[in-house]
């Protein structure tokens, strides 16, 4: 993957991560939240900031299940997120309670973009 910061290097990362799948259930109202997207029908700057929230959160490293076996809050949102890029593909299924703190603000940026969707 392209790390470099000029307009062919944006193609380049747009297209290594491809998709990101964000479900979204739980909760006090229990409405579930789904959201596919492919970054390359996002615009550049959209798609920046998805690709550098995936980077920084080290998406692939995080361990698939960060669930606790018994959790106390009982109207906490629970999350599965599969990101595919090029021939890799990762799922991470993580609550509000367990949610590694790197991961939290693509989690909050695909929910901000889940709830514009809806509208």
Same mark, same amino acid.
């Given at each position: 993957?392209? =790390?470099?910061? !000029?307009?062919?290097?944006?193609? @380049?990362?747009? +297209? $290594?991560?491809?998709?990101?799948?964000?479900?979204?259930?739980?909760?006090?109202?229990?409405?579930?939240?789904?959201?596919?997207?492919?970054?390359?029908?996002?615009?550049?700057?959209?798609?920046?900031?998805?690709?550098?929230?995936? =980077?920084?959160? !080290?998406?692939?490293?995080?361990? @698939?299940?960060? +669930? $606790?076996?018994?959790?106390?809050?009982?109207?906490?949102?629970?999350?599965?997120?599969?990101?595919?890029?090029?021939?890799?593909?990762?799922?991470?299924?993580?609550?509000?309670?367990?949610?590694?703190?790197?991961?939290?603000?693509?989690?909050?940026?695909?929910?901000?973009?889940?709830?514009?969707?809806?509208?």
């Amino acid at each position: 993957m392209c =790390l470099c910061r !000029n307009g062919n290097a944006n193609k @380049e990362k747009k +297209t $290594a991560m491809t998709t990101i799948t964000f479900e979204r259930t739980g909760g006090f109202g229990g409405q579930p939240v789904n959201l596919k997207i492919d970054l390359a029908t996002l615009p550049d700057d959209q798609a920046q900031i998805l690709q550098n929230l995936i =980077l920084t959160s !080290n998406f692939f490293e995080i361990p @698939e299940n960060t +669930t $606790a076996a018994f959790s106390s809050a009982r109207d906490e949102f629970k999350y599965n997120l599969t990101i595919e890029a090029n021939r890799s593909r990762h799922t991470v299924h993580t609550t509000d309670t367990t949610a590694p703190d790197n991961l939290r603000p693509l989690i909050e940026e695909l929910s901000k973009l889940a709830k514009a969707q809806s509208k």
